[in-house]
């Protein structure tokens, strides 16, 4: 028998992962530069960089679905934990973008 | 000899012939189960022998989960019950203005004493408690996995809990609050010592809750019942694997807090003190970066038990079971992001307190599709209607009450006005009550056969739950609106003309109606278990009065389970109605004592996979003498006697090394047969080994609670650069950061040298010492440079920063000198042999972790700021 190459949980820990990052970054930016477009602009940065890491993310977890590495509920658990990341990270985003300096 | 493949035995093998295997382990084998014919005379007797608990004196040395649990649950809620007596003297105070029922600084150390002793005392422990007891039945497995350590942590928590709690009674008690802000805490304005036996207390307390994280998330991820994969396994584990992960990421937070804290006030380090460089926001951010998850850590084991006793008295498999697990894992992720919720007030930037906000109410969907998939599972299946029922029902229903009001306080506008005020009261009693006491006294209702094979009065509860319900919404409901009616928390009185006095009168009516409930649930559970005879204490005879479709209705002793099933389904029991009398007969994994010694299965982490079986530690006094001399050492330190403490000190070592003395064996039998002829080894070594696992997460922790010091010196950098005023001392950078990948390349080589050379065993013991006497050498240069560059740790944030970093980094090294020590003692007597041995294994991963600390600390204080101060 083949022995498993990736374990099954790192996608779903990956997912959260990124919004995590995404938040401590935007967090960190508004306190280093409070009342400034900088962090403003670290957000939106921020943003757009996470999303594209979770798109990124979303196809190389079908693309090992497809290959039969990451079966079954493993791969529910990988697209339910990038949609969930995916709508904290546009959500925590938010107040970048209503409250402008 | 085999009959037709069981349910379980047959899903199995199919579902591993479809997936690729984790460890090589052939799946067809579990077709041997379940096996036929008698099992030999005696060998049940011999297993309920090396399982038995020690009697009389000796029953403080057993460490069995089913002993220690049961101690662990009955001690959390004596502290829930001896919390609730001072709410009461509380409430009797507040039940009409100007009251002078206690004194203003007596009514300080009850609010004080009653928050720390819920929180840390009861809610924590109470969850860790129920996990000893419940999830190595629900695994199917013998034991947890390091049940020393178990033992550990709850005469640690005993032993310090009690004489913490105790300090209310020589007028010694905390009076800062549950959270012990600074300046308030400070040696200027909290004088005496009833602060330092907070700090003390609740430290060590944190200890035991991270010693028994780590062997409850070793238990769930390597000795689940073979076929038990991560999509099989119950809600109740998922829950605990992921309470366990956020202990060890979030407690840290808590322990470098205490530890920065104590650092201020016994040698004035002015970490927090913002008029020499240090900041009391930094205490803020690092209390509630524990604080706030710290409430999940509650509510996502509770959760599961609401999620497990739902589908049995539903009796329907869960609503979107991976939904659900999917919902507290999120909930755990955005839980770390909503600490400063609790700071909104404090000034922080606008766009800061933005992100916080949103992460609040983020993270109520997670919570909110629990919710929704306990209804579901409630209206769609057939209900029974008994005491749990009724206890899952209300929690549900107060909890979210609790939720919806954490949404209010969630958004900035409203909390500025809500905030300390009674509205805040309300709403975590709600969160607490609904999410974690009413399904704890649900699990009581529903456990207690499997228990002691009684069942709790149903009657009696019936009272209990109405009586408990009733008081909740008395006593809180009203606190809403004296909290919307301006009526600040941790106040002792009010004045007549404020309006409060009815909803405080009606809140304290409350109080004891729900103290009433409590007390008839005390009498009936002390008439239930008091009695003699019978199946109690894991006796026997476990009854499954309420067709509960998990593992652990089929526990039948302190082993367990006879013997270990084969698992592919959430509930095992409904799926396979053979299986108990199976398991009961012997026919599967474990039927005996293969070693003659305390054993149990080690599967793999993923697919559980049978891979070894495991020699369990019996019965030892060191584990609770290890934990009276810490108690010893931490208490008698906050007391100022440093001799006694350090003669404490000494004795903890050398308990907790005899302790573990003994861990490392290696027997004559190399394999043997766990059932069917199923050969397994006994010894395993490296990531397979479980022990491997629990030094990596223990190395986890101390690099999180140095990331915790990383991020204090960060912060006060930032909020006060100009009192960065000391040239960073870059000479000794590069000797240091020599030393230091010596001491990492020494520790890592142990092991090949091992292995490959003929005098492997004491190449190895050379390399580990002089390891670690590269790592002492670096600190020496790292404390010296900074000491003779002017730097001192009372002068300034900067020198508190830099020496609190580097004081948790000493108390890693010297654990590093221990180690060695220790390492050094075993390879003279000959117990280090090779090619590879756990406990190099083990120590190597601390020293290599070391290492890293170490050059850390050397890096960040001399590149940040760049310019040097």
């Keep these: ?101 | 000899m085999t009959r037709a493949a069981t349910p379980g035995v047959e899903g199995a093998v199919h579902a591993a012939a479809a997936e690729p295997s984790e460890t090589g382990f052939d799946a067809r084998l579990y077709e041997r189960f379940p096996t036929q014919g008698g099992r030999p005379a005696g060998e049940l007797e011999a297993l309920e022998k090396v399982w038995k608990t020690p009697t009389g004196w000796r029953a403080f040395s057993a460490v069995n989960n089913n002993f220690i649990g049961f101690l662990f649950i009955v001690t959390a809620f004596g502290f829930f019950i001896a919390a609730g007596i001072l709410s009461l003297v509380m409430r009797v105070q507040l039940a009409a203005p100007m009251a002078g029922i206690v004194p203003q600084e007596t009514y300080n150390q009850l609010f004080t004493m009653h928050g720390s002793v819920m929180m840390f005392l009861f809610a924590v422990p109470a969850v860790e408690a129920i996990a000893v007891m419940l999830l190595p039945q629900m695994l199917a497995a013998r034991d947890l996995p390091f049940p020393r350590l178990s033992a550990y942590s709850y005469w640690a928590y005993a032993i310090g809990g009690t004489v913490f709690f105790s300090s209310i009674f020589f007028s010694l008690a905390p009076s800062d609050g549950w959270f012990m802000y600074p300046p308030l805490s400070s040696s200027v304005y909290s004088k005496g010592i009833n602060a330092d036996f907070w700090l003390l207390g609740i430290g060590f307390i944190e200890i035991s809750a991270i010693a028994g994280a780590i062997e409850l998330i070793v238990g769930v991820l390597r000795t689940r019942a073979p076929g038990m994969t991560l999509a099989k396994m119950p809600v109740y584990a998922w829950a605990i694997l992921i309470f366990g992960v956020m202990i060890i990421l979030a407690f840290p937070a808590m322990i470098m807090v205490t530890f920065l804290l104590e650092l201020e006030r016994a040698f004035n380090w002015p970490l927090f003190d913002a008029t020499r460089g240090g900041d009391p926001l930094l205490y803020q951010h690092l209390f509630w970066f524990f604080g706030h998850p710290d409430v999940y850590i509650i509510f996502i084991p509770a959760s599961a038990m609401v999620s497990t006793m739902i589908v049995t008295v539903a009796q329907k498999k869960l609503v979107g079971h991976e939904l659900v697990v999917l919902a507290m894992i999120a909930t755990a992720f955005i839980s770390f992001g909503v600490w400063a919720h609790h700071m909104f007030t404090v000034g922080l930037p606008g766009l800061s307190v933005g992100y916080f906000s949103a992460a609040s109410m983020a993270v109520a969907i997670p919570a909110g599709a629990q919710v929704f998939a306990w209804i579901c599972t409630l209206a769609s299946g057939k209900v029974q209607r008994n005491a749990p029922s009724l206890f899952l029902v209300g929690g549900i229903l107060i909890f979210v009450m609790g939720g919806l009001t954490g949404v209010m306080v969630g958004m900035v506008a409203f909390d500025g006005q809500a905030h300390d005020t009674y509205f805040v009261v309300a709403h975590f009693h709600y969160v607490l009550i609904g999410g974690m006491v009413f399904p704890l006294l649900a699990g009581f209702y529903y456990w207690t056969p499997m228990i002691n094979g009684r069942q709790l009065s149903e009657k009696v509860g019936r009272w209990v739950f109405w009586l408990c319900f009733t008081g909740v919404h008395v006593s809180f409901l009203p606190m809403f609106l004296s909290g919307l009616m301006g009526m600040p928390r941790r106040v002792n009185t009010y004045l007549p003309d404020r309006d409060w006095g009815l909803p405080n009168l009606v809140s304290t009516v409350g109080a004891f109606i729900m103290a009433a409930g409590v007390l008839l649930f005390l009498i009936d559970a002390i008439r239930c278990y008091g009695r003699k005879g019978g199946g109690g204490g894991g006796g026997g005879d476990a009854r499954n009065v309420f067709n509960g479709g998990t593992l652990e209705w089929l526990s039948a002793g302190n082993y367990s389970v006879r013997s270990i099933p084969v698992v592919n389904d959430l509930e095992p029991l409904w799926a396979d109605p053979q299986m108990a009398k199976d398991v009961e007969a012997g026919r599967y994994f474990l039927p005996n004592t293969a070693t003659g010694a305390r054993e149990t299965l080690i599967t793999s982490t993923l697919r559980a996979e049978p891979q070894y079986v495991q020699i369990m530690p019996g019965p030892s006094w060191w584990p609770v003498l290890s934990a009276l001399f810490t108690a010893g050492f931490f208490l008698l330190l906050t007391v100022q006697a440093m001799t006694l403490s350090a003669v404490c000190g000494v004795l903890t070592v050398f308990c907790l090394m005899r302790w573990v003395w003994g861990n490392d064996r290696h027997i004559a039998q190399k394999e043997v047969d766990v059932g069917a002829g199923i050969l397994l080894p006994t010894y395993v070594t490296g990531p397979a080994s479980h022990g491997w696992w629990a030094a990596v997460l223990l190395d986890i922790v101390l690099g999180m609670i140095f990331l915790m010091a990383m991020f204090a010196y960060l912060y006060l950098v930032g909020a006060h650069p100009d009192w960065w005023r000391i040239a960073a001392p870059r000479g000794a950078l590069m000797p240091g950061l020599l030393l230091l990948g010596a001491s990492a390349g020494l520790a890592y080589a142990a092991r090949p040298l091992m292995a490959r050379l003929k005098r492997g065993s004491g190449a190895s013991a050379a390399a580990m010492t002089l390891s670690m006497l590269c790592l002492v050498v670096a600190l020496a240069l790292d404390v010296l440079s900074w000491w003779n560059a002017g730097l001192r740790g009372d002068a300034s944030g900067q020198g508190a920063a830099v020496y609190a970093m580097l004081a948790w980094h000493g108390a890693v090294v010297l654990s590093v000198v221990l180690s060695a020590f220790y390492y050094a003692l075993r390879w003279v007597r000959g117990l280090a042999p090779g090619p590879a041995n756990k406990t190099l294994e083990a120590l190597r991963l601390l020293f290599i972790y070391a290492a890293l600390e170490g050059a850390a600390s050397l890096l960040l204080p001399r590149l940040l700021p760049w310019s040097g101060a």
């Design chain 1, 1 to 101: 028998m083949k022995a498993l190459r990736l374990p099954g949980w790192r996608p779903i820990i990956l997912a959260f992962t990124i919004w995590f990052v995404h938040f401590m970054v935007c967090w960190a930016a508004a306190e280093i530069w409070p009342h400034q477009w900088a962090a403003n602009a670290v957000a939106w940065v921020a943003t757009a960089i996470a999303l594209l890491a979770l798109g990124v993310h979303f196809v190389q977890v079908n693309a090992r679905h497809a290959e039969g590495q990451l079966p079954g509920w493993q791969h529910r658990f990988a697209l339910g934990a990038i949609a969930i990341a995916s709508a904290a990270v546009v959500f925590s985003a938010l107040p970048a973008i209503v409250f402008l300096p």
